[in-house]
């Protein structure tokens, strides 16, 4: 079997997706670590460090910005990756898969 043609609408909601799961994993991981800093920021609270209320605002804005933005970067880049995937396949064949 050759894929001859790869639909763009379709594989770009699907990077989007994929890459908007990938993005909340992070931007919980980042929050995570907000918290970390900020209890860190707390015990150093005599020296320069940033306030210790502005940590949790930085995870908590990651979580819901880290997945929309990996999501519309995903649904852009897996539209481009599907067009030249169809131009270039046109020029040199398509991909061939073998299934049983």
């Not at 594989?11 to 990938?22: C, D, E, F, I």
């Not at 995903?74 to 067009?83: D, E, N």
Request: no cysteine.
């Amino acid at each position: 079997m050759v894929v001859k043609r790869v639909g763009i609408g379709s594989a770009a909601k699907l990077s989007g997706a994929m890459y908007g799961s990938m993005g909340l994993i992070f931007g919980l991981i980042f929050g995570l670590l907000a918290l970390f800093g900020a209890g860190i920021a707390q015990l150093a609270e005599g020296q320069d460090a940033p306030p210790a209320f502005l940590m949790p605002l930085f995870g908590v804005g990651a979580i819901i910005l880290f997945p929309i933005l990996y999501g519309v970067l995903g649904f852009v880049v897996g539209a481009i990756s599907a067009a030249l995937y169809n131009l270039f396949a046109r020029m040199v064949g398509g991909l061939v898969v073998e299934t049983e």
